[in-house]
């Protein structure tokens, strides 16, 4: 069990892609997607997960999360029981000073949003930004991948 500290922002350009050493599909649902608390299940390439993740803080940056790996054929039946809609996203990782920051191009009824993801080891702690960073959207809901399952980015007026 820890706590997640993170900083999410809407990314530019797809720039980033120049800049990655890794990527990896990623596919994704959610067996309970309440405010208070998700449990998500994940299929990444030959691995998959299962994962509890806590209500955030006031200021979106912090909250509880545990993980287990769970075996990948396991995994695809849960996801069969999943609320709709499954995510599909290619997640892009970045090295950025000391931080590595998680670019997520998303697909299906979210195609055409890119999000970035960066962890910290405190809220305050200081990162290097990279320039095709564009608005940050830390603790805006609409943008958690739960919220995205229920209303997709193709709805959003």
Known sequence: MSVEIERKFLVKNDAFK???????????GYLNSDKNRTVRIRITDDTAFITIKGKSNKAGTTR???????????AEKLLLLCEPTIIEKTRFLIQKGKHVFEV?????????LIV??????????????PKWLDKEVTGDLKYYN??????PFKDWK
Do not use: H, P, R
């Open 146 to 151: 739960s919220s995205l399952s229920k209303l």
């Open 104 to 112: 997520d191009e998303f697909y299906n009824d979210n195609k055409g």
């Open 18 to 28: 120049k800049e990655s050493y890794q990527k990896k599909m990623l596919k994704q």
């Open 116 to 129: 970035a993801e960066v962890e910290l080891t405190s809220e305050n702690e200081n990162f290097e930004k």
């Open 64 to 74: 509880f999360e545990w993980e287990k790996e769970i075996n990948k054929t396991e």
